[in-house]
């Protein structure tokens, strides 16, 4: 469980953090696509954690634990 929760919180921060070739994104564009990826290779329970944490307010410890 620790490395899908780790494999979710680096995508979320690869989205969401600038990088020398792109600003990040939104935290709800991010997480759209995260939540896209739910359907197909992510733990889907893990990735409601984290909704959940960004929906109140938590998105900066994401530590979906």
């Known amino acids: 469980r620790r490395q899908r929760q780790m494999c979710i ?3 979320f921060t690869a ?3 600038d990088r020398l070739y792109r600003r990040g994104m ?3 564009d991010a997480l759209a696509i995260i939540q896209g990826e739910a359907e197909i ?3 889907k329970e893990i990735v ?3 909704a959940q944490k960004i929906h109140l307010g938590d ?3 994401v530590a979906l634990d």
């Open 26 to 28: 939104q935290v709800a």
């Open 59 to 61: 998105e900066d410890s």
């Open 48 to 50: 409601a954690l984290l």
């Open 15 to 17: 989205l969401t953090e």
């Open 9 to 11: 919180r680096d995508s």
């Open 41 to 43: 290779t992510l733990d």
